[in-house]
T-cell receptor, first 112, second 112 residues
Framework: SQTIHQWPATLVQPVGSPLSLECTVEGTSNPNLYWYRQAAGRGLQLLFYSVGIGQISSEVPQNLSASRPQDRQFILSSKKLLLSDSGFYLC???????????FGPGTRLLVL | GESVGLHLPTLSVQEGDNSIINCAYSNSASDYFIWYKQESGKGPQFIIDIRSNMDKRQGQRVTVLLNKTVKHLSLQIAATQPGDSAVYFCAENNNAGNMLTFGGGTRLMVKP
């Protein structure tokens, strides 16, 4: 069976510090991968998606970036965090872009 | 999506009653729909899906209804329990771009 992992689970970072959130998928190959952000009490905002190694598409211009160094690894980064980057970050995978997405447990980020 | 910045609507039901959560979609070409459940502090979990060649699909205590005429999707939960308290998202494959589009979500609160 397939599993998706995210770490860390919780992160508190000062404004201006860098960020690296990691997502890995087990039990499947060549998944489509996604990063979402969710503000408290809000819906899902798609940030990035990837259909293969090194292939990243950005949905929302911002100070975040994503990379996919390996088939089942998706990383969300920032060089300098802003207060507005606080939120709940979710990674998801799917076999096909138009099919069911399966979500990880999420990382709660608080920027102070 | 456009609903990302809006507060979630809330549905409050009594324990043991049936719940109906509604979702409207905009693209008549959408042919695949999914309901997710997101408990507090966790990632969304797949509940049930339905394809456009069906009007109804049943799972364990849940039923999804699809009305293509008015582009409406609903999730019915029978005998609602406290553990059903969560945010529920619908998602559709609307063939715009390559990915699922998520609705804004509805918060279900179950009163004991």
């Amino acid at each position: 069976s397939q599993t998706i992992h995210q770490w860390p689970a919780t992160l508190v970072q000062p404004v201006g510090s860098p960020l690296s959130l990691e997502c890995t998928v087990e039990g499947t190959s060549n998944p489509n991968l996604y990063w979402y952000r969710q503000a408290a009490g809000r819906g899902l905002q798609l940030l990035f998606y990837s259909v293969g190694i090194g292939q990243i598409s950005s949905e929302v211009p911002q100070n975040l970036s994503a990379s996919r160094p390996q088939d089942r690894q998706f990383i969300l980064s920032s060089k300098k965090l802003l207060l507005s980057d606080s939120g709940f970050y979710l990674c998801a995978w799917s076999w096909h872009p138009q099919e069911t997405q399966y979500f990880g447990p999420g990382t709660r980020l608080l920027v102070l | 999506g456009e609903s990302v910045g809006l507060h979630l609507p809330t549905l409050s039901v009594q324990e043991g009653d049936n719940s109906i959560i509604n979702c409207a979609y905009s693209n008549s070409a959408s042919d695949y729909f999914i309901w997710y459940k997101q408990e507090s502090g966790k990632g969304p979990q797949f509940i049930i899906d339905i394809r456009s060649n069906m009007d109804k699909r049943q799972g364990q205590r849940v039923t999804v209804l699809l009305n293509k005429t008015v582009k409406h999707l609903s999730l019915q939960i029978a005998a609602t329990q406290p553990g059903d308290s969560a945010v529920y998202f619908c998602a559709e494959n609307n063939n715009a771009g390559n990915m699922l589009t998520f609705g804004g979500g509805t918060r279900l609160m179950v009163k004991p």
